[in-house]
């Protein structure tokens, strides 16, 4: 069983800064790729940004060079550092667990989601 817990979450002004953070269960964050996506209202879910059991990391181009995604297997978390925070990244945030092939990431199990609003 996948279990994943999200925090971090809030509300910020554009330009500000949030992290987020996941903490799975140790088997998972062992063997899994990580990875955040996000759901705005009336849109469907998107990949934002994961990153592999080795480190490598994956971002969609709309958080490219403004988020960064790192794991600490130690400490079984995966983070998501956002930066320079446009309204168009108010959604509801998923952490993820799963495998990877190039830029594509299958999902075995979801967090409960966290909201992150922005307002301009």
């Known amino acids: 069983q996948v279990q994943l817990v999200e925090s971090g979450g809030g509300s910020v002004q554009a330009g500000g800064s949030l992290r987020l953070s996941c903490v799975a269960s140790?088997?998972?964050?062992?063997?899994?790729?990580l990875g955040w996506y996000r759901q705005a209202p009336g849109g469907q879910r998107e990949m934002v940004a994961f990153i592999t059991s080795e480190g490598r990391r994956n971002y969609a181009d709309s958080v490219k060079d403004r988020f960064i995604i790192s794991r600490d297997n130690a400490k079984a978390t995966v983070y998501l550092q956002m930066n320079s925070l446009k309204p168009d990244d108010t959604a509801v945030y998923y952490c993820?667990?799963?495998?990877?092939?190039?830029?594509?990431?299958?999902?075995?199990?979801w967090g409960q989601g966290i909201q992150v609003t922005v307002s301009s």
């Open positions: 993820a667990a799963g495998t990877s092939r190039g830029a594509t990431m299958s999902v075995l199990g």
């Open positions: 140790k088997r998972v964050v062992s063997v899994a790729d």
